[in-house]
């Protein structure tokens, strides 16, 4: 199939750090992405790893790839309350076809 | 640069009636642009593939004649809910893709457009 599970909520408080996770079915995935979406608007690309890597690391975002578990991590380092928003993590096969995630609404706590 | 822009970016309608949407690429081409419908609370269904040049390419489900793609030049596609019903109300978001891309398959999304029928 072609399901891309997260969980729906996370809060953590502000200065802590947050992790989102998303399970993917497709092994086949060549780019994976996590986008922000903050409320009535469109898809900010935050970072991708291609699916060869393990870990790429851009400022206060860490991504880790499980390939084994097909399970894909962002890390947020000292979480801002300007961070909470709906996360989606998607994945596409290099044919443009993007999958996302189910989303995960981030609540930073001040 | 990577700017897509959505026009309107919130529209009423009433039942019955027709609504275009349009999606452009400000500072680059894009032979494919994407539409996607977003439900509140749910995450970006894709509903077509629009080529330009060519018909799109609807996903399984998405009906043609109901929902019209038009990708008349590499900066433009529209989208039109052809008579809307108040089931269509939804979130309508495009995406593109660079004619000449960095080789990651990225698409560069749009803000969104509402759409309320009544």
């Known amino acids: 199939g072609e399901d891309v599970e997260q969980s729906l909520f996370l809060s953590v408080r502000e200065g802590d750090s947050s992790v989102i996770n998303c399970t993917y079915t497709d092994s086949s995935s060549t780019y994976l992405y996590w986008y922000k979406q903050e409320p009535g608007a469109g898809l900010q690309l935050l970072t991708y790893i291609f699916s060869n890597m393990d870990m790429k690391q851009d400022q206060r975002l860490t991504v880790l790839l499980n390939k084994k578990d097909k399970h894909l991590s962002l890390r947020i380092a000292d979480t801002q309350t300007g961070d909470s928003a709906i996360y989606f993590c998607?994945?596409?096969?290099?044919?443009?076809?993007?999958?996302f995630g189910t989303g995960t609404r981030l609540k930073v706590l001040a | 640069g990577a700017v897509v822009s959505q026009h309107p970016s919130w529209v009423i309608c009433k039942s019955g009636t027709s609504v275009k949407i349009e999606c452009r690429s400000l500072d680059f081409q894009a032979t494919t642009m994407f539409w996607y419908r977003q439900f509140p609370k749910q995450s970006l269904m894709l509903m077509a593939t629009?080529?330009?040049?060519?018909?799109?390419?609807?996903e399984q489900g998405v009906e043609k004649d109901k929902f019209l793609i038009n990708h008349a030049s590499l900066t433009l596609s529209t989208l039109t809910v052809t008579s809307a019903h108040p089931e269509d109300s939804s979130f309508y978001i495009c995406?593109?893709?660079?004619?000449?891309?960095?080789?990651?398959?990225?698409?560069?999304f749009g803000p969104g457009t509402r759409l309320t029928v009544l």
């Open positions: 995406s593109a893709r660079p004619t000449s891309g960095r080789g990651l398959d990225e698409q560069f």
């Open positions: 629009s080529n330009e040049g060519s018909k799109a390419t609807y």
């Open positions: 998607a994945e596409s096969k290099g044919t443009y076809k993007y999958i």
